[in-house]
């Protein structure tokens, strides 16, 4: 129930969005989360930040330059050496200190392993209310956050309101929100911040950072066009049909849960909520019943086919494009196809 | 040295239906079981326990019946179960659970040795959020290492912990003092099958059982739903989708002519599509 809000918390306006970009690298939920914070912004009548914590000012300015050009007003930036390597202690610090400072009324994080580590500290520091993994982010009536996230593996989902503390803060999954379009030359303004911590004062320290090899990441959650394969491929040899149309495509391939845990493919292929949340193009689904637990990774595509022997497999009930046919079969046939179509084209263009 | 495991009662799998006049959420008749997650912090802690000696402590704040979860906890080999309930706990968000834990922990300190090492899991299946740990770790002061597939070296005399953490792309080296917080991730060990002696211990083992004053919480206002920031609005199934299937005619057609068709339909769907891949198998 809303109260009146604590006279204390009626200077918190704006929405800011915390760039993640480790590495010097953006993580891409955080333009997506630009995106949606955008309209946010736009809907309550204020203005849309961008908060940018590294270790270096060349990191700190190519990154605001890509939170202008993905929406942002304005950009907070603390950079410091001892900000180069996520830590908790650091990050928390400098979150809550500019919170302090500058007062939002919506902070959003993207629902990473850094942005989880990060918003449950800084929402216990700062004792407000913290909804995790959204799918849909929206302002009531009343001018509130209302985060919706799905629970209990995504057969439910529920609105969640943080409707008498500030900041409202929510995490929201990679690729579950559109990216924005890039709009090149936007600007905005810089308000830089300091970090008043020595690395001395630091007690936790990063050793090594072992990036992953190239080879093993899979961009799944990325990826333009996404094969993937369930039981229904009934071994792991006929899941090397999966992987076949997918190299022809151009795209790359996952599956469902039962796979990863028969280990015919590892676990940063399986699909769906407790794995990767994707939004290719193209999906095609092989031999995948559709449970709701895959559903909810797989329903932001563009075109989702389904393949399946089954005609009353739940995977219709979401597929644009569906086969009822043996998968088997069918994946050889349609890489072959593919691949004379497009030979043949490019023999002729 | 004293180890203590945080684990949650959870609800098996996803049983779960929501009641369609008051949309709460009906978990009436639904088995329930240990976290799933918190079974691998469960069993990190009992390796450190065999490696180093001490004591592993499991604690659960829920209702009476968690104690099922606590007493399984016993029969894998955890020496002691503490189990805070209290009605003022119903309705608690993360906010107010960590600080209902956190005041069991320093509880358990007082009363049993206070431990360097606290334990979550990575996630529960339910509330899913993740959250529970950080908090702990922020209330008590604890360095806070979420997401550890490994902890490479622990010498409780020094007071200093290394671990394996996951992060974004890549695994972070990270040392740190103890006390510390461990979320656990998931596979990264399996949860044995605990001893005979074990199992009799458990059946017959004493749970200690703490309300909201045993465990020296004063401020009511903190616990349960009084204490929790966010409010749940409404709990709804997902919306069926209007638009229906579009089957590609698969009567007396060879597989080839089949292949043919549900490519045509894939580019009719994604027009761009066919240029883009043209592009893509023409290679740079
Ligand atoms: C907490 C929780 C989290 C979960 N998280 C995930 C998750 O992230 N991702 C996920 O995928 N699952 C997840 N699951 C599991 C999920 O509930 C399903 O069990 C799983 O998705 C089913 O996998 P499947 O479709 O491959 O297998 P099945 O359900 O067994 O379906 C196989 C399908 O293949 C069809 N088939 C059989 N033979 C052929 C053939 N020759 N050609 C074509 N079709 C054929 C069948 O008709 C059937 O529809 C989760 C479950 C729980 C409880
Ligand atoms: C549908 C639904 C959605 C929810 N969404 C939110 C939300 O967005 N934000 C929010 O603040 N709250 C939310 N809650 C409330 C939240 O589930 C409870 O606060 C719960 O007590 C702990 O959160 P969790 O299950 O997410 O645990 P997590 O934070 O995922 O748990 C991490 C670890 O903490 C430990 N742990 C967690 N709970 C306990 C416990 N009771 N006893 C002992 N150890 C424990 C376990 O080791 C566990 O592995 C939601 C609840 C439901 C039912």
């Not at chain 2, 596979?187 to 001893?195: D, M, P, Q």
């Amino acid at each position: 129930t809303k109260r009146e809000l604590p006279e204390h918390f009626k200077a918190y306006k704006h929405v800011w969005v915390v760039v993640e970009c480790e590495h010097g690298v953006v993580h891409p939920v955080a333009l997506e989360l630009l995106g949606e914070g955008r309209k946010l912004a736009d809907k309550r009548g204020v203005e849309l930040a961008g908060v940018v914590l590294c270790g270096d000012d060349l990191t700190a300015a190519l990154v605001a330059a890509a939170c202008f050009e993905h929406g942002a007003d304005l950009v907070y930036t603390v950079t410091d050496p001892v900000l180069a390597h996520y830590r908790n202690e650091p990050y928390t610090r400098a979150m809550t200190d500019l919170v302090n400072t500058h007062k939002p009324e919506i902070l959003l994080l993207g629902a990473t392993n850094l942005g989880r580590d990060l918003a449950g500290s800084v929402a216990t520091t700062l004792l407000t209310g913290l909804t995790a993994d959204c799918t849909e982010l929206a302002i009531d009536d009343e001018g509130s956050l209302a985060a919706t996230r799905p629970t209990f593996g995504g057969s439910l989902l529920c609105t969640i309101m943080t409707l008498n503390y500030r900041p409202q803060m929510a995490t929201v999954r990679p690729r579950v929100l559109a990216m924005p379009a890039r709009q090149i030359g936007r600007w905005g303004r810089v308000v830089v911040h300091p970090l008043n911590l020595a690395e001395d004062d630091i007690i936790t320290k990063v050793l090594r950072f072992v990036a992953d090899r190239e080879s093993d990441k899979a961009q799944l959650a990325y990826a333009d066009i996404v094969v993937a394969g369930g039981l229904g491929l009934r071994s792991a040899e006929n899941f090397q049909l999966v992987r076949a149309l997918a190299e022809v495509l151009g795209g790359d391939y996952g599956g469902s849960r039962p796979l990863v845990q028969k280990g015919w493919i590892s676990a940063d292929r399986q699909i769906g909520q407790t794995g990767k949340t994707i939004r290719p193009k193209l999906y095609i689904a092989a031999g995948i019943s559709g449970a709701i637990q895959h559903r909810v990774g797989v329903e932001g595509a563009d075109t989702i086919v389904a393949i399946n022997t089954d005609p009353n497999a739940q995977i219709f009930d979401f597929a644009h494009l569906g086969v009822v046919a043996d998968a088997i079969e069918l994946l050889p046939a349609l890489t072959e196809a593919f691949r004379a179509h497009l030979s043949v084209n490019r023999l002729a263009g | 040295m004293h180890i203590v495991v945080c684990m949650k009662q959870v609800p098996d799998s996803a049983q779960i239906r929501v009641h369609p006049v008051t949309n709460t959420i009906m978990r009436q008749g639904v088995p329930t079981i240990i976290n799933p997650y918190d079974l691998f912090a469960l069993e990190e802690a009992l390796r450190l326990r065999d490696r180093l000696g001490g004591e592993v402590t499991v604690l659960t704040m829920g209702p009476p019946m968690a104690e099922e979860s606590l007493r399984k906890a016993l029969t894998f080999g955890a020496d002691r179960a503490v189990l805070l309930t209290d009605r003022f706990f119903a309705g608690s968000d993360t906010l107010a659970t960590s600080f209902a834990l956190a005041a069991a922990l320093a509880k358990i300190g007082q009363e049993f040795g206070v431990p360097p090492i606290v334990f979550t899991g990575k996630q529960t299946i339910d509330g899913d959020t993740a959250q529970v740990g950080p908090g702990i770790a922020k209330r008590l002061g604890l360095n806070q290492l979420t997401y550890v597939a490994k902890i490479a070296d622990l010498d409780p005399t020094a007071g200093t912990i290394t671990v394996e953490r996951r992060a974004e792309g890549g695994v972070q080296v990270l040392s740190t003092r103890l006390p510390v917080l461990v979320t656990m991730l998931e596979g990264v060990n399996e949860i044995r099958r605990g001893s005979l002696d074990d199992a009799y211990r458990a059946a017959r083992a004493t749970i200690v059982k703490w309300t909201a004053a045993d465990a020296g919480i004063t401020d009511l206002g903190k616990c349960g739903l009084r204490g929790s920031p966010t409010i749940v609005k409404k709990v709804f199934a997902p919306q069926a989708r209007a638009e229906k299937v579009r089957q590609v005619p698969t009567a007396d057609v060879s597989t080839e002519a089949l292949a043919a068709s549900v490519m045509a339909e894939i580019f009719k769907c994604q027009p761009a599509l066919e240029g883009e891949l043209m592009r893509f198998s023409a290679g740079p």
